[in-house]
């Protein structure tokens, strides 16, 4: 049995999901061997919901392979129609690594620009701000203004 156990309708919304996915590991004749394991837990790492198809015509072994596989990567299942079967574990989650030199990047920003003329609609317009700019009420970019350097002899001073 394995450890995630879900609710009939999230079931549903992945199966959904996995309706248009195509399958990204094949078991063939040799069965689940070492590699196709691997190929399995790297495919559930990448994308956490897969497709598998399985070449083997006894559904019962389709079955026991589906059971097996949610025990050993803790993963649900979803589907087993035919020879698909559907897995699904949940994303990790990915550590960001804070970088205290980076600065602010571009951005986009939507400008609403308002017509002189009563009942027209005011003209939307995206902008891209850099990271040394900034946007004005009027809807202008203008460029940030930059530090003035101070001289040698003034640091020192301070």
């Given at each position: 049995m394995p450890l995630i156990q879900l609710?009939?309708?999230?079931?549903?919304?992945?199966?959904?999901e996995a309706h248009?996915?195509?399958?990204?590991?094949?078991?063939?004749?040799?069965?689940?061997?070492?590699?196709?394991?691997?190929?399995?837990?790297?495919?559930?790492?990448?994308?956490?919901l897969i497709k598998i198809r399985i070449f083997s015509d006894d559904r019962a072994a389709r079955e026991a392979m589906l059971a097996s596989l949610a025990d050993e990567f803790n993963a649900a299942p979803i589907q087993h129609i035919g020879k698909?079967?559907?897995?699904?574990?949940?994303?990790?989650?990915?550590?960001?690594?804070?970088d205290e030199d980076?600065?602010?990047?571009?951005r986009d920003v939507k400008v609403l620009k308002f017509s002189k003329r009563p009942g027209q609609r005011p003209e939307v317009k995206t902008?891209?701000?850099l990271g040394n700019q900034r946007?004005?009420?009027?809807?202008?970019?203008?460029?940030?203004?930059?530090?003035?350097?101070?001289?040698?002899?003034?640091?020192?001073?301070?």
């Open positions: 609710t009939p309708a999230e079931r549903k919304v992945h199966r959904a248009h996915l195509d399958p990204v590991v094949m078991v063939g004749g040799d069965g689940l061997t070492a590699n196709v394991k691997k190929e399995i837990d790297a495919a559930l790492g990448a994308h956490s698909l079967i559907v897995l699904w574990r949940p994303a990790a989650a990915k550590e960001k690594a804070l980076r600065k602010a990047g571009p902008l891209r701000v946007l004005t009420p009027g809807g202008n970019i203008k460029r940030a203004k930059p530090k003035p350097q101070t001289s040698v002899k003034k640091r020192s001073q301070t």
